[in-house]
């Protein structure tokens, strides 16, 4: 938790609560004590001069006998609208005393709002003609509105400075500014000297409060301070915006204004009706935070607010029409044609305010049929399966206005998501429902509260059951779509890994005939010219040479039957790897010295040398195979293409990053040829090398020697 919302929790000291109730009371007495005075001054002093009551051009009383209105009327209507727009903020600040009257932001914002609510207008200023006492309260009265207004911005919304150096700034903006509201044209009041320094002072302030902000929000504000954050900048901006609109639409049609004290009340109405958008998003700040029982009597006070306003508004407008029609002085006439006007319009008025606000607030939950046929006309659509169930979740998310919500699919007792829509929260704050269709659990709808901390109300409940309900039908369908398309991938993938398995096996198959049976079979052919060769000069030795040759027959052919039943070279399993490769290179010795070369037209016999390590650790039986595969494929070809002298084997075991067989096969021969040069059965047999090895997740390479010849180099981990 953020050090200010800590902060902003405390509980406040009994005489600061009580010195801020004070506040509050001064500021509401002194405002209903000024309103006689105001009417009387408007009605009499501003109706042919100007006046401290208005700062509008006075009609003058010809131009209201001409338009059928009486001073008290005019005077009447700056005071409704004065003291209706008092009354928003007044409310506005008993809703906080209600609910927050031991928090410290509490108490700070309904002393914000009673003294702006009641120093904003005109009205306190007629006070200042009445008395030395009227005019000192006044006064401080002012202070307190710009102090607090100030002090509110700086500590929203975790009721801490934050950096706490903040507070020094904070102190100098109030202290340069709140003594010349206490204390006018005196050297303490900075318009004594200069408005230069009044608009720089304003300019600092907005910086500061714009910067504070924008800091605290972006380095130790939480989600939920953010969101608080967002709505009152928000009613900050629309009323700005109502109020330079207005301003400007004033600069456009200043003269047609002026001359028209009608047209001037609409914009002074416009002006204070733009203003009341700031203890609006005030109270959904501080009261959805953590209040979630203020929900319907925030409610109730937007629907009474907007129909008290609507009721005042054609009131107000049917007198006057109705008098500028009938052109009577006749008032309680044209009072009764009024009242009778909103009472007829009364409640059908309040019924469909009601309605809007519950639906701007709660969402759709009262009119569950609307949302249930805007359901099935999408689902009419064709839509893939996964995109129907992003239209159910992202309804049921939107009929109830809510943050997020998900559908998760029942597989093997685990919730599986499906579909989702908004912005995700923490899973703990989600609300799951399930969705039962015939008995049988199908899955669940996850929801999240509109705010953190907000639990649904029976009425919720109620909406999303039945939403939850109808869309029972729709899952089941669309879950056994997915299932029958699930089964057909399972099927195409289980078809496919058959086919890739038994294409390996015979990709196996060949190129072990190729790494073993391929040599050995060049070795006997080897042995054979070499015993024909001999059959007349030495027929002893030939005889020998065949009988060997016969032996090397017999062990080809074990080896052909050892392959064919476990594709595995039974040397590997009786000698070992190392004795499996001394074996091989006692057979290609065998054959060479037999024939007296290392190959039709290459020179004389290879010498082999193997270096191997003294100690062998268990090896993995692929292992085995790939390293005897590639170490046999690299000697044959040694033997068939290099016409080396030597051709060196050796085995290492390291230890770099896990347990590895390291394998060099190197020979002091012509080298490789270039790669246009090469046959396909030796591109071939390299290709099988590389392969072996990186099945195992290893290397293999063939390259030119440091010295000449060739080198093979392989690293296949064992672990």
Request: proline share 6%; aromatic share 8%.
């Amino acid at each position: 938790m953020p050090k200010g919302e800590a902060a902003g929790r405390q509980t406040v000291s009994p005489p600061v609560r009580w010195a801020i109730l004070g506040a509050c009371l001064l500021s509401v007495l002194l405002f209903i004590a000024a309103l006689p005075y105001f009417t009387r001054d408007m009605s009499t002093l501003c109706v042919e001069s100007a006046c401290g009551a208005s700062e509008n051009p006075p009609p003058g009383r010809e131009w209201l006998t001409a338009h059928g209105f009486s001073p008290l009327v005019y005077a009447g209507a700056y005071a409704a609208l004065y003291s209706l727009f008092a009354l928003v903020y007044i409310a506005a600040a008993l809703v906080l005393y209600r609910k927050k009257s031991g928090d410290r932001m509490g108490l700070l914002g309904m002393l914000t709002l009673v003294t702006f609510g009641v120093t904003f207008t005109p009205i306190l200023e007629t006070l200042k003609t009445v008395g030395p006492f009227y005019a000192a309260a006044v006064r401080l009265v002012a202070g307190l509105g710009i102090s607090s207004f100030m002090l509110f911005f700086a500590l929203f919304p975790g009721g801490t400075f934050f950096p706490r150096w903040n507070r020094w700034l904070v102190a100098f903006i109030i202290l340069i500014r709140a003594p010349g509201l206490m204390f006018p044209d005196t050297v303490l009041d900075l318009q004594y000297w200069s408005q230069w320094w009044m608009g720089g002072w304003l300019l600092l302030w907005s910086l500061s409060m714009v910067g504070i902000q924008i800091y605290r929000y972006r380095r130790c504000s939480d989600v939920l301070e953010r969101q608080q954050t967002k709505w009152v900048v928000f009613g900050l901006s629309l009323a700005v915006a109502g109020l330079l609109g207005i301003t400007a639409v004033f600069l456009v049609f200043e003269e047609a204004i002026l001359l028209d004290p009608v047209k001037t009340f609409i914009v002074d109405t416009g002006i204070y009706f733009s203003m009341t958008l700031i203890p609006a998003t005030m109270l959904i700040a501080l009261l959805r935070h953590r209040l979630w029982d203020i929900d319907p009597l925030v409610t109730r006070t937007l629907v009474y607010g907007a129909l008290t306003v609507s009721v005042v508004a054609v009131y107000i407008g049917s007198v006057w029409y109705i008098g500028t029609i009938l052109h009577t002085s006749a008032q309680w006439f044209v009072s009764l044609l009024a009242t009778s006007l909103v009472a007829v319009m009364f409640a059908p008025l309040k019924e469909r305010l009601q309605r809007t606000v519950n639906r701007m607030i709660y969402g759709e939950k009262d009119d569950p049929s609307s949302v249930l046929g805007r359901l099935g006309r999408q689902l009419e659509e064709p839509l893939p399966p996964e995109e129907a169930l992003r239209v159910v979740v992202r309804t049921i998310r939107e009929a109830l206005r809510l943050p997020y919500a998900s559908l998760t699919l029942l597989h093997s007792g685990e919730d599986l998501p499906v579909a989702e829509d908004g912005t995700p929260v923490p899973l703990q704050e989600l609300e799951r429902i399930p969705v039962i269709h015939r008995g049988e659990e199908l899955g669940a709808v996850k929801v999240a509260p509109r705010s953190p901390g907000e639990t649904f109300s029976s009425s919720d409940r109620a909406f999303l059951a039945l939403l939850v309900r109808q869309a029972g039908v729709i899952v089941h369908g669309l879950r056994m779509s997915l299932d029958l398309r699930r089964l057909a991938a399972d099927l195409q993938e289980s078809r496919e890994r058959l086919v890739r398995t038994r294409e390996e096996e015979r990709r196996r198959l060949r190129m072990n005939l190729h790494d073993d049976t391929a040599p050995r079979l060049a070795a006997l052919a080897l042995t054979a010219a070499a015993a024909e060769e001999l059959m007349k000069s030495d027929p002893e030795a030939a005889k020998r040479i065949l009988a060997e040759l016969r032996s090397s027959i017999r062990r080809t052919v074990d080896d052909i039957r050892t392959l064919v039943y476990d594709l595995r070279p039974p040397a590997l399993d009786e000698l070992g790897l190392a004795g499996a490769i001394r074996e091989r290179i006692g057979d290609l010795a065998s054959a060479m010295h037999a024939s007296g070369s290392g190959e039709s037209g290459g020179g004389g016999a290879i010498r082999f040398e193997l270096d191997e390590p003294a100690a062998w650790p268990a090896l993995p039986a692929a292992v085995e195979v790939a390293a005897y595969r590639i170490a046999t494929e690299a000697m044959v070809n040694a033997v068939k293409h290099s016409r080396a002298a030597c051709c060196r084997v050796t085995l290492r075991i390291v230890e770099d990053e896990g347990p590895q067989l390291q394998l060099w096969i190197e020979d002091d021969g012509i080298g490789m040829p270039p790669a246009g040069e090469r046959t396909g059965a030796r591109s071939l047999g390299m290709h099988t090398m590389r392969e072996r090895a990186s099945e195992l997740g290893g290397w293999c390479t063939v390259e030119a020697g440091e010295r000449g010849g060739t080198r093979v180099a392989a690293m296949l981990p064992i672990a």
